[in-house]
Each structure stands twice: as structure tokens, then as C-alpha cells.
């Protein structure tokens, strides 16, 4: 899991193109809300880096406020739904 | 009646007193509203603020926020409506007609403060008040107008009502529907469109503030609306989002800015094909919409029919200046529209006669069945090569490459050989990877020479106003 987190930390760093450094992403700090650096359209860009990054397609049941609060909460969500179906 | 009569028989009747106000914080039924607007009345009253003032309100998407805006319209309180600022370059200062700046906090001002709902109001006093009474029972709006300067445009709170009703009507707002409001309140749109008729009705309401996908997706669940009013902007979100389409919506209302077809005809499955485009402007209000039950070829490309008491009329341009054969100038007779534009003092810089026709400013064609097409702004066209061009048009033509995800084309302040300057600005569809110059190359395929711009290039995004609309006078800058 902690691979993931890594992954996502990259991708927000390199991939999202909000001028945020690698160095400033907390995996525990929030991700929404006030004081996020995150808006509307980049919520929907990380989503879509995240699906593409790591093989997926998020459900309804992924796409919360309380899968997304921070980007352990997040790889939490995309670990499961790596998790082929049957396994 | 009185917007106060109305708001009594609402608290009151079984019908709809069980109903609720909720902005995902907190939440009231009808039934509860008198009280809390007794507490705002109060504080009101304490600081000397009667109806002989007018006040400069900045609200958000809250329940503080709309129960403020019910009690200045039941005491027939003059306001100008503002969103609140979102940075220091569109920061407007207060109008020099009003005594007062009202703002409603996203949270309480501290332990000493009072309690619900006054302690999410600041007060201040406006040290630029010019002293002069107010004119009651008046809604000031700045103009959410893409190009030229903001007027601020003139409402009498009767008209907003009158504009309200035929929303009342054209939507179906019933105690039963359940309103979710992701667009600002401090809007005519949002205001006039979708909350003020929610209310009439004694419909439940949820005021989304701050809107992104994931809060509308735990929202939507939370709360089952059947109504929505959304930009498109709101829709393309969505399509990111929805993974089984929603039939639970009786109407799904996009506004704001022209929404393209092929946006339009995607994302009209994924609401139970009741998306709906509505006409309007800050100055008429709501104007036109389709009903849900037209044909999606009806709803994705014409304005639909007119509001109860709406005319509207398209002027044929002359004929040697166009080469868009019916395309005119579209001019609105509307009963509820503006009364003028005021500036920051409050003085007349227009006044619209009784029953007279407004300049929409848009270009439209009138089908042989009878709809009428919104194609462009009459403001948006350029000279090429003799030809007339609707920039619109050229947007139009190439939204439907498969590379282009967005497009906005502006004219230029230069000239070459053939006319004005056009150049589009491009935001490519994921995963493409043209460069303008392929782009280019691409246009010949579609469009007249004349038409092809000069330059294309490739965006991450469109500047977009606060409105949402796009900044086209940002883009225009960029062009030689």
C-alpha cells in the first residue's frame, strides 16, 4: 500500500500541473476542503491520472468526499479495486 | 401577493412547513424559517438597518445565506447580490449607494459571537455611502458580461417574482420536488432561476457551496434531488463521475454559458434525458427553455419556447452583410426584465421603457417549425474576405474534431489580407496529442477558407471568468 501512496505522491508532484512539489504532499494531510491546493478541475484530473496510473476504473462507490480525504484513504480505494474479482 | 404573504403561507401549510433548507451543515424545516428570520430581523433592527437603507450583501451556498436573502425579501430590503471575491483582481468595491456591507462567513466569527444564523453575518458600515435613501424593493446585480465593462442592472423584487413564477411553472417546482443548488446563490441565475422558485413552491432545497464531483456525488446520494440546475461545466464534471445514468431527476437544467451539442447529446442519457438548456440573461432573467418531454434533437439545439408573457423576434440582418441566410439579430419583449443599469452611485445609465424590446445581443435563426437557434453573439463576428463569420460558428464546426475536447475562437485586434484576425484557443481531448499547427491543418477539411483561423492554439484550459464563462477577453489579449 505504501507504494501506492508513493505513486500518488508522484503524480500529484509530476502528473497534476498545479505547481505542487514533492517534497509539500502529506499522504495524511486533507486533500479537499479549505486550504486544499486541489480544485474542482484537478479533483477530476487526479481521479483520472489515477485510474489510467494504476489500471482501475473507480466505482460509484469510490468516488467520495471520504475515499478522497488524503492520499492514504485514496490507496486504500485503488488498492481494493486492484484486486482482481474472485481473488 | 406579497413576497410576505407568499413566505406565510409556505411556513404554514401541511403541505410544506415538514420541508427542508439544508446546506449539508446545517439544516431547518419551512416551519422553522419564521424564527430564524425573527433572529436576522433583530440583529438588523439593533444596528439601525430599516428598509430606507440599501445594503451590499455577499452571500455564499448556505442556509445563513438564504435565510438572509428570505428576510431582506419579506421586508422588502434593498440589496446589491455578490458572490464573495475570489481574488484580490475581481475584488469590486461597495456601491457607493449602499450604507451597508453584509457578508455571510462560511463559519462563526468567534465564542462571543451570537447564535444561529447571526453569528455567520458581518456587518460593516460602507465608508463610501453617499447618503441617499434607498429606493425600496430593488435586486442590484452586476452583469456577469464577457466582454466590456460591468453595469449593474436594476430589479424590482416584484419582477423577480413574476421571474420566478414562470420558472415555477415551466420546471413544475411542487412541495414535492427536491432542489439541489450547485450554482452560486449570489447569481440571478442560481437566485432567480432555482432558488426563488424552489421556495414558492415550498420545495426542498440543498445549497451545494464550493461544488466539485465528489461532494455533488455524496450530496446526490444524501439527498435525491429530482430537480438540478447546473452550467455546463457542471455536466462535463459529471460525465467523470457517473458511472450508471440517474433516472431520478424530473429536470436537469444547464445555463450559463452556450453548452455544445455533442456535450448536450452526451450527457442528456446519463440524467434520464431530461436535460434541459435554459435562455436567459442577468437583465431578462429566464427567458426560454425546452420542455423535458421535446425530442433531444429539439432540446440540443434550439432555445425552446419562450416564458409565460416572453416574446421573442429575430431581425434579419441585411442580406448582403450575411452569408448565414436567417440569421438575425434576437430582440426579447419580457415582462419581468430589468428597470436599467445603475452605476456605483446609484445613477441612471439606461433605462429600459415599459413593454420595449431588449437588444439581446445574440444572433439567432428561427427554424421553419418554429424553434428558435441561439447561434452566436452578434458582437462575436468578423469580416473575412467580404463573408460574415460567426465566430460561434467556427467553434461549432470544430467542437466536432475528434481531437478538440474545447475551443473558444476570438478575433484578433490586427488585420491581415483577408479581414480581423481570428485564432483559436484549443484544449485538447485526453490522450490527443496534435499540436495547433496540426490542428490547423485539420480545419482546412471543415470549414471555408475564410474561416479557418489564422492561428491555432493549444490550451490546458480556457481562462474562464468567476461567472465560469469563458474569459474572451483574456484570450483576445493573446492575439496579435
Redesign the interface.
Known sequence: MENIVEELRHLMAEKLDRNIKLEEIDPDAPLLGDGSKLDSLAIVELITLSEENFGIEFGEDDLTMEAFANLRTLAGVIAARRVPAGA | MSFANILDQIVTSGQTRQNILTDGQFTCTYGEVPAWLEQIEQFLAQHGIGSGVCLAVECINSLPSALLLLELLRKGTSFILTPPATGSSDLKPTPHFCGYRLTVE?APAGDAAPSFPVCFLRLESNPGYNGRPATPEKLYLRTSGSMGAAKIVVHTHEKLLGNARNCVEKYGFAPESRAVIPVPLAHMYGFGAEFLPAIMAGASIDLLD??????Y??RERRFQPTIAFVTPAICD?LL??Y??PRTTYAVFVTSGQRISEELFRTFDPWVGGRLINQYGSTEMGATAACDPDDSLDRRATTIGRPMSGVQLRVDALPEEASTAPGVGELYCQHPYGFEGYVNEHGEWLHQAAPDSWYRTGDLATVRPDGPIIVVGRADASVNRSGYLVLLSDIERIMEKLAAIGEVAVVAGQGENQQGQRIAAFCVPR?GMLLDGAQLRQLCFDVLPQYAIPDEVRML??LPTLPSGKVDRQALAALVP
Request: glycine share 6%; no cysteine.
Open positions: 462560511a464550493r461544488m466539485n464531483l465528489l461532494k456525488l455524496d464534471m467523470k463521475g458511472k450508471t485526453p490546458e484550459a
